[in-house]
């Protein structure tokens, strides 16, 4: 199981370990990367490569889901929905 924990703004290693020891199932600290503009930036094409990639990838049983997975911003319950609609296409 993985999961990808995101932090609002520059937060230190400590404070991120600390942070994960109160998460439930007590995630283990892996390494984490700090950037100021955190946003997808897109151009024409960007939809385009999403798509194929998620196409290509599909094929092995690897499924894109999400913010972070098809590059685009959306809010939670979007990313709950399209993983639930996942579920039920499988």
């Known amino acids: 199981m993985t999961a990808t924990v995101e932090f609002t703004d520059y937060i230190s290693r400590d404070d991120i370990i600390d942070n994960l020891r109160r998460l439930p199932f007590h995630p283990r600290y892996i390494t984490h990367n700090y950037e100021e503009y955190t946003y997808p ?50």
């Open 41 to 90: 930036i897109q151009d024409k094409h960007t939809r385009e490569l999403v798509s194929a990639l998620k196409h290509e990838l599909s094929k092995d049983s690897i499924y894109l889901v999400g913010r972070f997975a098809e590059w685009e911003y959306c809010n939670m319950d979007v990313a709950i929905g399209a993983a639930m609609d996942l579920v039920n296409h499988l």
